[in-house]
């Protein structure tokens, strides 16, 4: 699978955008982590950049191509999970942005092919002075290895989410 080969991949769940009402539809898993990353303007400014231009991702070990970046509502990415060539492709969709006073960040849907069906969300959050970084995320196994997988899954789920607070806060301090 390629980048290009993703503008023709639909989302494979129904429930698109739920995440930007905090919602986690009915059989999904939900997964939230929120982390303080820093404090003041600089941080919050610097967190933003580096979550939308993808450079957390990339930074917390997540190969990602995208086509657009920063991103937009339509960026297509491609990451992927695993080793070298053995590695499944991970098909995404930017699904909603938001670039507020006080908050910035995006959130991507699953494509057919992707082994998990669902959505996940990347927010900075600045409270006061205090910056946060959030992640919301529903999924559900969509194939017969993460089935197989249960558990295991969403463990690995929760520690790369602690990954990207952790590499955002590095990269928010310049």
């Not at 955008?17 to 999904?28: E, M």
């Not at 695993?82 to 849907?109: K, N």
Request: hydrophobic residues 40%.
């Amino acid at each position: 699978m390629k980048l290009a080969d993703l503008g023709g991949l639909r989302f494979n769940y129904d429930v698109v955008g739920s995440t930007r009402q905090d919602a986690t539809p009915v059989g999904y898993h939900r997964l939230e982590h929120r982390e303080p990353i820093g404090r003041g303007e600089e941080v919050f400014r610097r967190a933003g950049e580096a979550l939308m231009s993808w450079k957390m991702h990339s930074a917390a070990g997540v190969r990602v191509m995208a086509t657009d970046s920063p991103a937009v509502i339509g960026t297509n990415s491609l990451g992927r999970v695993g080793v070298g060539s053995l590695g499944l492709p991970v098909p995404c969709r930017v699904v909603w942005t938001v670039d507020e006073p006080d908050r910035v960040g995006f959130a991507y849907g699953t494509l057919t092919g992707h082994p998990e069906a669902g959505e996940e969300s990347f927010l900075v959050i600045r409270e006061g002075d205090e910056v946060f970084f959030r992640l919301l995320a529903y999924s559900r196994p969509a194939t017969w290895y993460t089935r197989l997988g249960g558990p295991a899954g969403r463990r690995v789920q929760a520690f790369v989410a602690h990954r990207y607070a952790t590499t955002l806060k590095r990269l928010a301090k310049g």
